[in-house]
């Protein structure tokens, strides 16, 4: 194995490794490979081009069923966030991260704002008050 | 057909019946996990799939043919349980010659390899080993058959944490290079949940439930909230088991849940892990 191929190699298990499953989590764990990948094109580890780990290897890792791997992966291509090239692998789109950009940005407001004013309420933390907590988050 | 069928299987000790009429199909390429509590008849319905014990009843039909007295069939699977002893004075490198004799090419790279993961001495004899070696020993035989149907009954007896790891591990490794049909039995069902595809689940003598483990998991839940608002949720479910603490109160629902019933805000749903779907499954019922 030459030297580039073996840095490769490293840094592929490197990156499958960085993938954090919860096996007892309520979550199917199809959608938790698909939230892992996807958290991972976000936070830039892959970015519009690159390879993602095969099945094989997230499946090999984490001694996952590979059928479990590939029904999260086909759920991100239909999502067009990763493409199938035939007889390589699967690589990042190239408007990925701007796609879940975009979808977590909708989901800001359902999921954490409306919670938020939620658990204000049941606290008896005014209007007034959460913006200034707020304000004070950002300030730090 | 690929596959292995098993058609109206009984079987019964004296009066007793073990198992009562099964009927399913394990499929072909996919991993199951073959679930049951202690006596529940998952050994007994291995030991009749292949042919080491006979059904009172039924049969067992493997591609196509009835698996009954037919080498060909039979040659197809493999079963590595705590009955498949080897003389004591063997070694274990001529156990593999042995094996291939039977079943025909065995893979000795992957053998040999697993062995140096397992750090395990080929040149050692049988009866040397210790159980957690002996069973690691078997799952190596076993994965380096050529059979497609590979029956694993408690694998990871003995096995420390590391072992248990890297058995799964080679497991799923070998699973992808050749696809076959893996039928684990085991009691560490949280360990092994995440490899599964199908699973099937024996209760005194009868299958209970047999199906795609995500599936399965979809429709098993846990509502908890205070005991008259999910008692009046769950009076049309399925309702497993009951937990109660305090003023909360925990029902285990497999099953459809009703669409139309009213879901008052202080009542949650969950969904369970296979372990605690099929502790609520398998615990006798008590009535309160």
């Given at each position: 194995?030459?030297?580039?191929?073996?840095?490769?190699?490293?840094?592929?298990?490197?990156?499958?490794?960085?993938?954090?499953?919860?096996?007892?989590?309520s979550e199917p764990l199809y959608m938790q490979v698909a939230d892992q990948i996807r958290e991972a094109i976000f936070t830039r580890i892959y970015v519009a081009g690159d390879q993602i780990p095969s099945t094989t290897e997230i499946s090999r890792n984490y001694h996952i069923n590979p059928a479990t791997v590939l029904k999260g992966m086909n759920m991100l291509v239909s999502q067009n966030l990763i493409e199938k090239k035939r007889g390589?692998?699967?690589?990042?789109?190239?408007?990925?991260?701007?796609?879940?950009?975009?979808?977590?940005?909708?989901?800001?407001?359902?999921?954490?704002?409306?919670?938020?004013?939620?658990?204000?309420?049941?606290?008896?933390?005014?209007?007034?008050?959460?913006?200034?907590?707020?304000?004070?988050?950002?300030?730090? | 057909?690929?596959?292995?069928?098993?058609?109206?299987?009984?079987?019964?000790?004296?009066?007793?019946?073990?198992?009562?009429?099964?009927?399913?199909?394990?499929?072909?390429?996919?991993?199951?996990?073959?679930?049951?509590?202690?006596?529940?008849?998952?050994?007994?319905?291995?030991?009749?799939?292949?042919?080491?014990?006979?059904?009172?009843?039924?049969?067992?039909?493997?591609?196509?043919?009835?698996?009954?007295?037919?080498?060909?069939?039979?040659?197809?699977?493999?079963?590595?349980?705590?009955?498949?002893?080897?003389?004591?004075?063997?070694?274990?490198?001529?156990?593999?010659?042995?094996?291939?004799?039977?079943?025909?090419?065995?893979?000795?790279?992957?053998?040999?390899?697993?062995?140096?993961?397992?750090?395990?001495?080929?040149?050692?004899?049988?009866?040397?080993?210790?159980?957690?070696?002996?069973?690691?020993?078997?799952?190596?035989?076993?994965?380096?058959?050529?059979?497609?149907?590979?029956?694993?009954?408690?694998?990871?007896?003995?096995?420390?944490?590391?072992?248990?790891?890297?058995?799964?591990?080679?497991?799923?490794?070998?699973?992808?290079?050749?696809?076959?049909?893996?039928?684990?039995?085991?009691?560490?069902?949280?360990?092994?949940?995440?490899?599964?595809?199908?699973?099937?689940?024996?209760?005194?003598?009868?299958?209970?439930?047999?199906?795609?483990?995500?599936?399965?998991?979809?429709?098993?839940?846990?509502?908890?909230?205070?005991?008259?608002?999910?008692?009046?949720?769950?009076?049309?479910?399925?309702?497993?088991?009951?937990?109660?603490?305090?003023?909360?109160?925990?029902?285990?629902?497999?099953?459809?849940?009703?669409?139309?019933?009213?879901?008052?805000?202080?009542?949650?749903?969950?969904?369970?892990?296979?372990?605690?779907?099929?502790?609520?499954?398998?615990?006798?019922?008590?009535?309160?």
């Open positions: 194995m030459t030297k580039l191929a073996m840095l490769n190699v490293a840094i592929d298990n490197y990156e499958v490794s960085r993938m954090q499953f919860n096996f007892n989590s390589i692998g699967m690589f990042v789109v190239y408007d990925a991260y701007q796609k879940i950009v975009d979808q977590r940005r909708n989901e800001f407001y359902q999921q954490r704002v409306i919670e938020l004013v939620k658990e204000a309420r049941r606290l008896n933390i005014s209007e007034d008050e959460l913006v200034k907590l707020i304000e004070r988050g950002f300030g730090q | 057909m690929k596959g292995i069928q098993i058609q109206g299987v009984e079987k019964s000790f004296s009066k007793r019946k073990i198992l009562q009429e099964l009927d399913f199909t394990f499929e072909a390429h996919k991993i199951y996990g073959l679930l049951g509590r202690n006596g529940a008849g998952k050994s007994t319905l291995l030991n009749i799939i292949t042919d080491r014990i006979f059904a009172t009843s039924g049969q067992v039909i493997v591609d196509g043919e009835v698996a009954k007295n037919n080498d060909a069939a039979l040659s197809k699977i493999y079963l590595s349980s705590e009955m498949n002893a080897y003389p004591a004075s063997i070694r274990l490198e001529k156990i593999f010659k042995m094996t291939e004799l039977f079943y025909g090419d065995f893979d000795y790279t992957l053998a040999n390899n697993l062995a140096k993961q397992f750090d395990l001495d080929l040149q050692q004899k049988f009866g040397k080993l210790s159980t957690g070696y002996r069973n690691i020993f078997k799952f190596i035989v076993a994965l380096g058959v050529p059979a497609e149907y590979i029956f694993l009954d408690e694998p990871t007896l003995g096995l420390d944490a590391n072992h248990r790891d890297l058995l799964y591990q080679s497991l799923s490794t070998s699973y992808i290079e050749r696809p076959r049909t893996f039928v684990i039995a085991t009691h560490l069902i949280g360990e092994v949940a995440s490899l599964l595809e199908r699973v099937v689940v024996i209760d005194q003598g009868q299958v209970i439930i047999n199906g795609d483990l995500e599936d399965v998991l979809e429709q098993s839940y846990l509502i908890s909230g205070p005991e008259k608002e999910v008692s009046e949720y769950t009076k049309n479910l399925n309702v497993i088991g009951k937990e109660r603490l305090g003023k909360i109160s925990s029902y285990y629902v497999y099953g459809k849940l009703d669409d139309e019933c009213f879901l008052p805000d202080v009542v949650t749903i969950e969904h369970l892990d296979l372990q605690q779907l099929f502790i609520h499954l398998t615990n006798p019922r008590k009535e309160q």
